[in-house]
């Protein structure tokens, strides 16, 4: 059976970050759906179209990554992807404290869906998309912490 799994997010933009994590789960999984969630009340920075096509350039090396956007709970969609796994990435402790909550209430929710933590390569575990967002805002030089595509 074909191991799919689902890494959902804002990448509100897609960072380095971002791609190290999809690049180590793709080696891990014969399929990772990245998924940009979006609901109409989280105000973002980029549009979700805009936010797909970045990720999509950045991960056209990697034939075993789709991206696709969703509304509603994570959880869901894992199922209705039939994906066993859910990934998230970890860059430090305090990434583990509110990680872990949100998986045991997605544990509850759906028992067959497994939450698994990526560790952070050590370089990019500074790297935030709120950081990039607030680089952007006030002109600085964004580029050294994003994928070549995000561009504006
Ligand atoms: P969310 O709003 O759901 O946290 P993000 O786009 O901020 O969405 O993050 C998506 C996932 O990527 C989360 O699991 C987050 O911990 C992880 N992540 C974000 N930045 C990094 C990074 N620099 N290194 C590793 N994982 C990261």
């Not at 890494?7 to 791609?19: R, V, Y």
């Not at 549009?47 to 950045?58: A, D, M, N």
């Not at 680089?135 to 504006?152: D, E, S, T």
Request: proline share 3%; with cysteine.
């Amino acid at each position: 059976m074909l191991k799919t799994a689902v890494f959902p997010g804002s990448f509100d933009p897609i960072t380095n970050g971002h791609l190290d994590i999809i690049q180590k789960a793709a080696q891990l999984f014969d399929k990772v759906i990245v998924a940009v969630g979006h609901n109409a009340d989280k105000a973002s920075m980029f549009s979700v179209e805009q936010r797909l096509e970045w990720i999509k350039q950045s991960c056209a090396h990697l034939p075993q990554v789709e991206v696709k956007s969703y509304t509603g709970l994570t959880i869901a969609f894992c199922q209705e992807q039939g994906a066993a796994f859910l990934i998230r990435g970890l860059r430090s402790g305090l990434d583990f404290e509110y990680e872990q909550s949100i998986a045991f209430a997605n544990k509850e929710m759906n028992a067959q869906i497994e939450t698994v933590f990526l560790l952070s390569s050590p370089s990019y575990s500074n790297i935030s998309s709120t950081i990039v967002r607030d680089v952007i805002k006030h002109k600085g030089n964004y580029k050294a912490f994003v994928p070549a595509a995000v561009q504006f």
